[in-house]
């Protein structure tokens, strides 16, 4: 996939010069999801390190977000757990985006590239119950909770659930009225 573009956002490959956004956005106590017990200090050569040691991974790859103005604000990649079967998706944009649309867009375009070119029978996701924005977004988009970690991960000085959601194919192609040229085994 060279790029993806909607009415909002547009994936492209990641830049060099992405890295220290990334690295802010690892070190902001208000994007940082799975565990604010870390310490924030991460560099833009650390997170470059990060995505070129995932960009060897097979059957998986990152993308940075842009505003159609060239704004970056985020990146979205996915891996294939099983090949052209499933795959999970992540997020991350600035919270001087969230609340605009931009990140359910990143996700619609990243969901219709891993269903109709991927072919894919399910896409997931992670996110953590104090996410309450981030739940009811996947909600929006199609996405059923699958399994609930209980005070796994800590939020905002609290413990909070890791929930795991998915979205299968049938389900994607039915919420948005679309047609399934591929099928389900079902």
């Known amino acids: 996939m060279e790029r993806l573009e909607g009415k909002l956002v547009r994936l492209r490959p990641m830049k060099d010069s992405d890295y220290e956004y990334f690295a802010a956005l690892k070190n902001d106590l208000r994007t940082q999801a799975w565990n604010q017990r870390l310490p924030m200090a991460n560099t833009a050569a650390m997170m470059k390190e990060k995505f070129e040691k995932a960009a060897k991974r097979p059957n998986s790859a990152d993308?940075?977000?842009?505003?159609?103005?060239?704004?970056?604000?985020?990146?979205?990649?996915?891996?294939?757990?099983?090949?052209?079967?499933?795959?999970?998706?992540?997020?991350?944009?600035?919270?001087?985006?969230?609340?605009?649309?931009?990140?359910?867009?990143?996700?619609?375009?990243?969901?219709?590239?891993?269903?109709?070119?991927?072919?894919?029978?399910?896409?997931?996701?992670?996110?953590?119950?104090?996410?309450?924005?981030?739940?009811?977004?996947?909600?929006?988009?199609?996405?059923?909770?699958?399994?609930?970690?209980?005070?796994?991960?800590?939020?905002?000085?609290?413990?909070?659930?890791?929930?795991?959601?998915?979205?299968?194919?049938?389900?994607y192609y039915k919420s948005r009225g679309m047609t399934d040229r591929i099928g389900s085994l079902k």
């Open 63 to 171: 993308f940075s977000i842009e505003k159609l103005d060239g704004t970056l604000i985020g990146h979205i990649g996915y891996h294939e757990g099983t090949p052209r079967l499933d795959a999970t998706i992540g997020v991350v944009t600035g919270h001087e985006h969230w609340g605009k649309g931009y990140s359910q867009e990143a996700h619609e375009l990243m969901l219709h590239y891993l269903f109709e070119e991927r072919g894919l029978q399910a896409v997931r996701l992670w996110t953590q119950s104090a996410n309450e924005r981030g739940v009811a977004a996947a909600k929006k988009m199609g996405f059923k909770v699958g399994a609930r970690f209980r005070e796994n991960t800590i939020a905002n000085g609290k413990y909070s659930d890791t929930i795991y959601m998915d979205v299968l194919r049938e389900e």
